[in-house]
């Protein structure tokens, strides 16, 4: 069984009060004390420490960052409010415990950060819902933090690859657009034709790069219009099947497509022809000089679908497939390195397959092929 015990993260809780006794008292009533957090199955407890004075807790504020300060008005030697204004703009929330609460007080305190009041006396629950309350906040507010900071990162990551994926192509073309202008291969114009025929294919690399982007960010954001209908597998798999006879024909690689009928399934057509797509072209992509892909489709219980397609080609190493559904993952290695590719196609299908209440798997042997499998189900409610 999974392991579902909480993680817990410690909180440091400074209390400033004057008062020996109130002091230990809040000490104590938050010793053991915990902050559970079902939605993230996660746990927050408190390490307390203590200050008589204004003074000893600035010093505990700048040795050591508290989280939470029970902060109390009236100190010996400076105001809570004084406190608060050496120490304005810190990370740490400020719950102000006083007997002297007025408006002024409020007004001026929270203007300087103070999160919340507690009057005294109060007793160990009412001292424990307001350091739950703070410690909440707390935790949520640095969680939100993380999350920024990752997204800020998942960002980076994202444009420094498209924009490794662009640079080559990119660089091809406008080198060839150099050498035409300049004449290189002198006047005719034919003896250009080898740089057009180039240019061509890589910026089609770089336009079906787009639609995958565009394709995967409707699929995740679930802005993509969805219309289900009934389609016909077969009919799709023979579109499919066509539009990669020309690259397969080109090495002499033999498609075949079979379909057990029925072959009605209840889905969205253009999804089904994203799968059926990515998973041929890919076959013959990595596929050997006179190769085979084998295409099946079957649909072994109502309202259910089986797409397996094999082929007889590169295959893969299991650390490769381990990555394989990555996004911007291609393998590279001797065989792969002149074959084009957004590396965004398996990513696709998975995440296709997964809004169907399916999934992909793959088994492959390098130097021998791959076969892909991906399971499907209509789904409950039709648009």
Do not use: W
Request: hydrophobic share 45%; net charge neutral; with cysteine.
């Amino acid at each position: 069984m999974p392991d579902t015990k909480a993680e817990t993260h410690e909180l440091d809780v400074l209390i400033v009060d004057d008062e020996a006794g109130m002091r230990t008292g809040a000490e104590r009533s938050l010793e053991g004390f915990t902050v559970p957090l079902e939605d993230f199955k996660e746990t927050v407890s408190f390490k307390v420490r203590c200050a008589a004075t204004g003074a000893e807790a600035l010093a505990e504020i700048r040795k050591v960052r508290p989280d939470i300060v029970l902060l109390d008005y009236k100190l010996p030697d400076m105001t809570g409010l004084d406190v608060l204004a050496e120490t304005e703009g810190g990370s740490f929330l400020t719950i102000m415990i006083t007997a002297f609460a007025s408006l002024e007080v409020a007004v001026n305190a929270t203007k300087r950060g103070a999160f919340d009041f507690l009057a005294k006396p109060f007793t160990p629950e009412e001292l424990r819902a307001t350091i739950l309350k703070a410690a909440r906040n707390v935790y949520l507010h640095r969680k939100a933090k993380r999350l920024e900071e990752e997204k800020r990162q998942v960002r980076f990551e994202f444009i420094s690859v498209l924009a490794h994926e662009l640079k080559s192509p990119l660089a091809a073309v406008e080198g060839y657009m150099h050498l035409m202008r300049e004449r290189m291969k002198g006047q005719e114009m034919a003896a250009y034709d080898s740089m057009v025929d180039r240019s061509v294919v890589r910026i089609g690399g770089m336009r079906k790069l787009v639609m995958d982007l565009l394709d995967l960010t409707r699929l995740e954001s679930g802005r993509k219009k969805r219309v289900f209908e009934t389609v016909d597998l077969e009919k799709a798999a023979a579109l499919a099947a066509e539009a990669v006879a020309e690259r397969a024909a080109a090495r002499n690689i033999k498609v075949d497509v079979k379909v057990q009928q029925p072959a009605q399934f209840n889905a969205d057509a253009g999804e089904m022809d994203m799968i059926l797509s990515n998973l041929l072209t890919n076959a013959v992509k990595y596929n050997r000089q006179d190769g085979r892909v084998t295409l099946e489709i079957s649909t072994p219980a109502p309202g259910s679908a089986l797409i397996r397609c094999a082929d007889t080609g590169i295959g893969m190493t299991p650390e490769e497939q381990a990555k394989l559904f990555g996004e911007f993952v291609r393998i590279k290695n001797e065989h792969t390195r002149a074959i084009d590719g957004s590396g965004l196609g398996l990513s696709i299908l998975r995440k296709i397959a997964g809004l169907y209440g399916g999934g992909v798997k793959v088994s492959s042997a390098y130097g021998e092929g791959s076969v892909f499998t991906v399971t499907l189900k209509e789904p409950q409610a039709a648009a």
